[in-house]
């Protein structure tokens, strides 16, 4: 089984910035993609920034430029820094992986817990 673990999040000023981390264990053959979604409440989930094993990345077009996936492929672990953050990207940020297990070589696409990111003056 594949668990994910976020840290990272919590309060900060419009303009100032947060960095998220989201780590990766179990049995893990390969992961294909790492990314986040955020969700506010009332609406749904939708994509922040995602990144390939091949380190292709994509946005949304609300956090481009601002926001940068990253990933450090020996630790299993993803980042994602915000920078220029502003009251609309106030949500839950869940973490999410997706590739193949060790043994079966089943698929797995867990979701980490979420944190908290709030700015707010």
């Known amino acids: 089984q594949v668990q994910l673990v976020e840290s990272g999040g919590g ?3 419009p303009g100032g910035s947060l960095r998220l981390s989201c780590a990766a264990s179990g049995s893990i053959f390969a992961i294909v993609r790492m990314g986040w979604y ?3 409440p009332g609406k749904q989930r939708d ?3 995602t990144i390939t094993s091949g380190s292709s990345t994509n946005y ?3 956090v481009k ?3 940068t996936i990253s990933r450090d492929k020996a630790k299993n672990t993803a980042y994602l820094q915000m920078n220029s953050l502003k009251p609309p990207d106030t949500a839950v ?3 999410t992986a997706d590739g193949t297990e060790e043994g079966d070589y089943g698929t797995f696409e867990p979701w980490g817990q979420g944190n908290q990111v709030t700015d707010s003056p």
């Open 11 to 13: 309060l900060v000023q």
């Open 38 to 40: 955020r969700q506010a």
């Open 47 to 49: 994509l922040v920034a």
């Open 60 to 62: 949304a077009d609300s």
């Open 65 to 67: 430029g601002r926001f």
């Open 93 to 95: 940020y869940y973490c």
